[in-house]
């Protein structure tokens, strides 16, 4: 999964764009923020991708 489609995820998930600083878009849901890093069209590794989406309450 790439960036941009996990930030699409956690978007339809509750989170809300706070800004977007470079090539990362930071994101909140409640008292956690989320930076999602977003490079072309690379997958996103096995165990950041775990990480932010239990964050972010998908799992």
Same mark, same amino acid.
């Given at each position: 999964?790439?960036?941009?489609?996990?930030?699409? #995820?956690? $978007?339809?998930?509750?989170?809300?764009?706070?800004?977007? %600083?470079?090539?990362?878009?930071? #994101? $909140?849901?409640? %008292?956690?923020?989320?930076? $999602?890093?977003?490079?072309?069209?690379?997958?996103?590794? %096995?165990? #950041?991708?775990?990480?932010?989406?239990?964050?972010?309450?998908?799992?």
């Amino acid at each position: 999964m790439t960036g941009k489609e996990l930030v699409r #995820l956690l $978007v339809k998930n509750n989170c809300s764009p706070a800004r977007i %600083r470079g090539s990362h878009h930071i #994101l $909140v849901k409640g %008292r956690k923020t989320l930076s $999602v890093p977003v490079h072309a069209n690379r997958d996103l590794p %096995r165990g #950041l991708l775990s990480r932010l989406k239990k964050d972010g309450g998908l799992t």
